[in-house]
């Protein structure tokens, strides 16, 4: 018999749906991957930000992954006034995200200055909204954005003590320093892909498209951090994959949109990186407690058991090449318990 590992079913606390008839595939997948809840971003195309398109979008994901739960975010603009913001919460919202403009894929409409925003955060800091941010600086030297985002980090914690924030898909060692000295309120989401890769494979020798992704992957030693911070069993790090699903002729292309499709493979690449570092004790506080916990929410019923079988990674989805496309990994999804 194959060795297996049974946890609690897991969450995956930011993931991309896109829009359309494609966002159900898309939810559908992360619901055969096993996820129980996952925290859906905002940035369609029309965007989320407002109560009517939120429950829309939960109505449309839902309906395609029944037994998947859509925890919903809702994009920042600096003009969403404290009612708009009281009937997004009202219909469910938890969290709001903030990009800034021109860091990533649609962002055009993006927040330009923090500043700008002060007051959508002071209301969502009394509303007990969780405040997700891309922390990346749109000025800065594509390598240092997040580095120079951080700055804003500690004044929004100076400027709202009671604010959850949520620094996410962390991607360097300075990144991992500002949440640990920004307190319990503050945490951030690590990626599989960022945990696993550096630039170098991206673009150390060939171009490999499917490795292109905000934040750009970094130097090995930010890398070696971020496994620490991953590893480490501090409940300000857990799981949020960002798999950001771009269809084949839009990666495979000149001005190659960013975003990793690792829905299908995220577990099983964890699965893989945790076994190699000895910690396969410390996955599932990383994958099924942590995020529930920063996010007020109970545990998932239910388990979910690999077996330590080879499975091959498609080599397309719905269009999409996913992130270690062809490969065969380590572990497989053997099944799922009491959900
Ligand atoms: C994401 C997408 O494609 O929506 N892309 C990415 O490179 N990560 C947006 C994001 O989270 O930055
Ligand atoms: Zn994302």
Aim: glycine fraction near 8%; proline fraction near 7%; charged fraction near 20%.
């Amino acid at each position: 018999m194959p060795p297996t590992l049974t946890f609690g079913r897991p969450d995956d606390f930011h993931v991309h749906f896109r829009q359309g008839e494609v966002a159900g595939h898309f939810a559908r997948d992360a619901q055969d991957a096993g996820f129980a809840r996952v925290l859906v971003m905002p940035n369609t195309l029309p965007p989320i930000d407002s109560a009517p398109a939120l429950t829309e979008y939960r109505r449309q994901i839902e309906a395609a992954a029944p037994g998947l739960r859509a925890l919903m975010t809702f994009k920042i603009r600096p003009g969403l006034d404290r009612q708009t913001l009281a009937d997004l919460r009202s219909a469910g919202a938890v969290a709001g995200k903030l990009y800034p403009e021109g860091v990533t894929t649609h962002s055009e409409d993006g927040v330009r200055r923090l500043e700008d925003a002060w007051p959508v955060f002071a209301a969502m800091e009394d509303l007990d909204l969780v405040l997700c941010l891309h922390g990346e600086h749109p000025d800065a030297f594509s390598l240092d954005r997040e580095a120079a985002f951080l700055g804003g980090l500690s004044s929004l914690r100076a400027a709202f003590p009671r604010l959850r924030m949520v620094l996410e898909h962390v991607s360097t060692a300075a990144g991992v320093d500002a949440v640990l000295s920004s307190g319990p309120l503050t945490a951030a989401t690590l990626t599989a892909h960022h945990l696993l890769f550096t630039l170098d494979d991206m673009v150390g020798g060939k171009l490999d498209p499917h490795l292109f992704c905000k934040p750009l992957l970094k130097r090995p030693e930010d890398r070696t951090r971020l496994v620490e911070a991953a590893l480490s069993g501090n409940p300000q790090f857990f799981f949020g994959s960002d798999s950001a699903p771009h269809s084949r002729e839009h990666k495979e292309a000149a001005l190659c949109s960013a975003g990793c499709y690792t829905m299908p493979v995220s577990l099983g690449l964890l699965l893989e990186l945790f076994e190699s570092r000895g910690a396969l004790d410390r996955l599932e506080a990383f994958v099924s407690r942590f995020g529930a916990q920063f996010y007020g929410l109970e545990p998932n019923p239910g388990t979910l058991t690999f077996e330590k079988l080879p499975w091959k990674v498609p080599s397309l989805v719905h269009g999409v090449v996913p992130l270690k496309a062809g490969t065969t990994l380590s572990w497989s999804l053997k099944s799922l318990q009491g959900a």
